[in-house]
């Protein structure tokens, strides 16, 4: 995992940080999806992985309510 995450961290910062002063032409940009991708794709995982955590908490959340409603019964 570290293996994969360091190259994860590689990729992405060639992409944003080296690509946007390559030439078009260079071999080194077929490597690489268009800049847009470099914001969007991070953009949607937070937003996905925000949305997952906040259904997590409020699903951990109604059944505590639940399961106290059920104790006074």
């Known amino acids: ?3 994969l995450a360091t190259f994860i961290f590689a990729y992405y910062t060639i992409w944003t940080f080296i690509t946007p002063f390559l030439a078009e032409d260079n071999i080194l940009q077929n490597f690489f999806l268009p800049r847009y991708y ?4 991070p953009v949607i995982a937070l937003i996905l992985g925000v949305t ?4 997590f908490i409020g699903m951990v959340i109604v059944k505590s309510a639940q399961k106290k409603k059920g104790k006074k019964n």
């Open 52 to 55: 997952l955590v906040t259904t």
């Open 1 to 3: 995992m570290l293996l």
């Open 38 to 41: 470099a914001i969007a794709l």
